[in-house]
């Protein structure tokens, strides 16, 4: 489903674009989490048809990992109008911990097994990885992140390169939805998720426009 522009009558509507970055190649399938590999920017029709569907002037955020600023780079020099990316902490991927730079199959395969692993398995929103955190906690830190941008850039349009995480966190915060359920969503590379703030009354709270739309080029 293409998504469509917020009616004018919206008035207060706070626009969020989340986009995750382009893909990182990993024949070998690691945990990547706060790990900084480069993306592969090389899909330039994929590039165009998403920048021809972002707002112009809008304001840019990234994460401090490279592959979101190497994405908001590409969809500039595609065609998109926007000014310097402004880095966010907060809205950065899920920290794996001690397990990132490894295989899930690797993990598994471990003699002898680690529990840590068992018990993230049995319930992978709410446990956290060895000296990494959870998925539910990325959603609470994406909670306040979201909010706090959103009565910072008012009435904006947001276009928020980001990661897979960020994107599921803010669809549990925008839907009501515990941790666990956010985990079932797909986010691809270069898709587009449209969240909408409604800061006015009879309609305040959040709308969801689209969800990993992928734009051919």
């Not at 990992?65 to 908001?72: E, H, I, K, S, V």
């Not at 020099?77 to 880095?87: D, S, Y």
């Not at 990132?100 to 990885?129: I, K, M, N, Q, V």
């Amino acid at each position: 489903m293409t998504p469509t522009p917020t009616p004018a009558a919206d008035l207060g509507a706070t626009r969020w674009w989340l986009v995750r970055h382009a893909p990182v190649p990993d024949t070998n399938g690691r945990i990547t989490g706060r790990l900084d590999p480069d993306a592969h920017t090389g899909d330039v029709a994929d590039l165009e048809a998403l920048a021809r569907l972002l707002p112009p002037r809008a304001v840019l955020l990234t994460t401090p990992l490279r592959r979101t600023g190497q994405t908001a780079r590409a969809l500039v020099a595609a065609g998109l109008r926007l000014p310097r990316a402004i880095e966010e902490p907060d809205l950065q991927e899920q920290h794996f911990g001690a397990w990132e730079g490894l295989t899930w199959g690797g993990l598994a395969s471990e003699d002898p097994p680690d529990p840590a692993l068992a018990a993230f398995w049995a319930d992978p929103a709410h446990r956290a990885p060895p000296e990494g955190e959870s998925f539910a906690a990325v959603t609470a830190r994406v909670r306040a992140a979201l909010e706090r941008l959103s009565r910072d850039h008012a009435g904006r349009d947001i276009v928020a390169v980001v990661h897979a995480g960020t994107v599921r966190a803010a669809l549990a915060v925008a839907l009501d939805l515990d941790p666990a359920q956010a985990l079932r969503f797909a986010v691809d590379p270069l898709s587009l998720t449209r969240l909408d703030w409604l800061d006015g009354a009879p309609t305040a709270g959040w709308r969801v426009g689209c969800v990993n739309t992928v734009m051919a080029g």
